[in-house]
């Protein structure tokens, strides 16, 4: 049976990834950083077992990596989910808010990644997924940080796919569109009736549509796909 971690698994796109892999037959484990009642309810309702580290710690990704090892065996498939917003205009952001972002949504990507590619290109496979978004493609006023976090795991990742190829190894992304998470409740109505405008399909997508592409992406059959961004955002694109 295959070992998947999820990175930022317990609530939202996270949440439905976890539950997703867990119906396809995997053998899976979630991150989380903070709100661990709710961690330890997620973990209760679906017997998937939750480990606290932040991913913006390199030498806490190490030891996060090697516990969920020593319980459930080598990961096979990373999706690296966690990721935060720090949301302000250019001229009003701190450096901290740009730091906060970059370590937790691109170093936390790297940190993850390098504590599994070792065992992952020992025993020849591996399937890792990096979640981007929308933003990271098309740009967001208020999201210098953000954007500049996903659209730079597109090319971490398509170099990542190109360095792993040979031993069975693939890293894709997926791009999710605006989608119905604690994340996005935060919009302000105004902007979200603006941001709906936008988008073909007239709503947002579900948690569960985003966790579909990632159990194809990371299937054994998936193995000639390598490399690319699924955008799953209901025809958004930017204009």
Wanted: glycine share 12%.
């Amino acid at each position: 049976m295959r070992v998947a971690l999820v990175t930022g698994g317990t609530s939202g796109i996270g949440a439905a990834t976890a539950e997703a892999l867990q119906a396809a037959g995997y053998r899976v484990a979630v991150n989380f950083a903070n709100r661990a009642e709710a961690a330890q309810a997620f973990a209760a309702r679906t017997g998937i077992p939750a480990f606290c580290w932040n991913v913006a710690d390199h030498a806490a990704c190490q030891t996060g990596v090697a516990h969920v090892e020593s319980e459930l065996g080598p990961i096979d498939v990373l999706v690296n989910n966690a990721g935060i917003t720090r949301d302000t205009m250019l001229h009003k952001m701190s450096l901290e808010q740009w730091r906060e972002v970059l370590d937790v949504n691109l170093g936390g990507c790297f940190s993850m990644c390098r504590a599994v590619i070792g065992g992952m290109r020992e025993r020849r496979f591996g399937r890792i997924v990096n979640m981007g978004s929308v933003n990271g493609l098309s740009g967001q006023a208020g999201q210098v940080n953000y954007a500049a976090t996903k659209a730079g795991l597109v090319g971490f990742t398509k170099s990542l796919a190109l360095e792993g190829a040979s031993r069975n190894i693939t890293a894709n992304v997926v791009a999710p569109g605006y989608t119905d998470t604690p994340m996005v409740e935060a919009v302000a109505p105004e902007t979200m009736a603006r941001i709906l405008s936008d988008i073909p399909a007239g709503r947002l997508a579900t948690p569960a549509e985003i966790a579909r592409g990632v159990v194809f992406l990371v299937a054994d059959e998936s193995a000639f796909i390598n490399g690319i961004t699924l955008s799953i955002n209901g025809g958004k694109y930017m204009a």
